[in-house]
């Protein structure tokens, strides 16, 4: 398992995250705890959650997913590089969503006691939130830094400009600055290409993807005339997942790449962690599991490496997809 640095900081975190949002729906806590255990057989150190989490999301259930994950670190917190997030709606009052002062100063707090620690290593903003001046969430992750709650903040399904905004008010408050980016990237989409990778190389911004095998499409056992099976995330999360993924175009390109694949004695699920650790900008790809086996095979990509041939085929998946003409679904 490959260590890389987070952008410009010192930390180091391994190259595969472990994704934890099907913890307390999809897994229960045994199993949620057999994930964790294989993902540290594996060698992985770095641990991505969220309050909100699990998914589908639901007040009722909010907050399980820490709380699992905080009572397996219990005597292993120092070994591993942990990251929550903030800005989803936790409660039912006004101030319960968002990124004002007062919910993110809330938010961290409530996170820590449902993680039982007293820092986490990286605090993300889950997504933008248009109502907050961005100086004022910046100051208030400015001051869950300085308060050594959380080591580094970083962001999540921000746009180019958005975190070219965010750089830029941090330098001119000279407050703490976003040292990571969480955006969807994988074979089957790749907009982020395009303007946020090559800021973020620019600004020596950490990328962490999410969706490496595209919400379970890239494992390639998907049936188009079935429909999802049942604790598939397409089935779990809903809409979401097949607004982005569930099309004919899809089905085709996945269906060529597994043909292709297939006669070289190669997993496509291998094949597509492997394609997305092999480019430069990523730091690190989040993979998420609802059993330990699962786990254990996706891990298997970060050793594995694609020939030029096999590379250019993995491009060819994306150049030949249509582009979506809806912009509400590429930016969900």
Known sequence: MKIKRLGRTGLK????????????????????????????????????????YPVPVSLETSGRTEEIVGR??????????????CRMQMGTG???????????????????????????????VHSPDPETPIDETLRALDTIVQSG???????????????????????????????SVQPRYNILYREIENELIPLCLDQKVGVIVYNPLAGGMLTGKHDRKAGPASNTRFAVVGKIYTDRYWNDQ???????????????????????????????????????????EQLRDSVQGAALE?????????????????RLRDPKVALR
Not at 40 to 45: D, F, L, P, Q, T
């Open 13 to 52: 975190v391994t190259e595969v995250c472990l994704g934890t949002m099907t913890f307390g729906r999809q897994c229960d806590e045994p199993a949620s705890f057999r994930v964790m255990d294989e993902a540290a057989r594996a060698g992985v150190n770095f641990i991505d959650t969220a309050d909100v």
């Open 72 to 85: 397996w670190l219990r005597g292993k917190r120092d070994q591993f590089v942990l990251a929550t997030k």
């Open 94 to 124: 006004a101030n319960d969503s968002g990124l004002s002062r007062r919910h993110v100063l809330a938010a961290i707090e409530a996170s820590l006691r449902r993680l039982q620690t007293d820092y986490v290593d990286l605090y993300q």
């Open 149 to 179: 709650k959380a080591r580094y903040v970083g962001c999540s399904n921000f746009q180019a400009w958005q975190l070219g905004i965010a750089l830029w008010t941090a330098d001119r408050i000279g407050c703490a600055r976003f040292d």
């Open 250 to 292: 899809a089905f085709d390109a996945v269906d060529k790449l597994k043909r292709f694949f297939s006669e070289r004695g190669k997993s496509l699920t291998h094949v597509s962690v492997a394609w997305t650790l092999s480019k430069p900008a990523i730091t690190s790809a989040i993979i998420g599991a609802t059993s330990a």
């Open 306 to 322: 694609l020939t030029p041939e096999e590379l250019e085929e993995c491009d060819r998946a994306w150049y030949e997809l249509p």
